[in-house]
């Protein structure tokens, strides 16, 4: 029997026969079977993945920036890696398979934004496509409008469009370090991926989403 299973039984009432048959001595040959006898257990869709692999960013690309941008450019990449923009802006990486060919290229796996236990139908955004692919990414946004995004929320239509990226964590980071994340996500691969379109509350998403936490809107 896997570790992770003793650690985290899948339910109490998978859990009360275990250590009934267990008491009896029975446990070493109960094994898997007595897991088998599970309806659903959620722990086979567990995927376990190493950390690193959610946050690899993608490496610029020569070419795409000015050599004496070279220092500017990595310490971009390092704070790419180090705020985990990757774990929500790369596919798969939401439910731990990180698609590597899509590093940043947005998720389509959203994520609800209002209190999916209160609303049938909560919001979900689906984290965009931020390499510089002009089409479906952030290709013809002007530095201003990458880092007013990522500082103070600023979404695509104006004021206050952002709801789920956690700018407010990002709202401290220095002139320097912003105009770093700007050119490092300006240098990389332009990758085309459409994510799809944002779902407003009330009507029913169509495209997979998970949910952070517990949020109610007023
Ligand atoms: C918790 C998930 C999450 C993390 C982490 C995250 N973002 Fe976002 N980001 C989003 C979502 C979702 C949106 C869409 C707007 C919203 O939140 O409503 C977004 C929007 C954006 C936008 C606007 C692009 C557009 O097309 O609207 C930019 C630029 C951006 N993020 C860059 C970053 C960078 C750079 C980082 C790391 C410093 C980062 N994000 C970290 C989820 C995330």
Partial sequence: MPLRRRIFPASVPALVPALVLASLGLAACAGDALYDSVPYDPL?????????????????????????????????????????????????????????????AGSRTGIAWSNPL????????????????????????????????????????????????PWPGYARLTDEDLEAIVAYLRSIEAVRHRVPDDVEPGRRATAPFVYFGYYRRR
């Fill in 118 to 165: 209160g609303e049938r139908n909560p919001g979900v955004v689906y984290p965009p496509n931020i390499t510089p692919d002009v089409e479906t990414g952030i290709g013809n946004w002007s530095d201003w409008q990458i880092a007013d995004a990522v500082r103070f929320g600023v979404g695509r239509h104006g004021t206050g469009g952002i709801r789920v990226m």
């Fill in 44 to 104: 086979e869709d567990y995927v376990e993945v190493e950390a690193a692999t959610i946050l690899d960013a993608p490496s610029a690309l020569a070419g795409r920036y000015a050599p004496d941008r070279a220092e500017q450019v990595e310490r971009g990449e390092y704070l790419v890696e180090l705020l985990g923009c990757g774990g929500c802006h790369t596919d798969g990486a939401l439910v731990g398979v990180p698609d590597a060919e899509r590093s940043l």
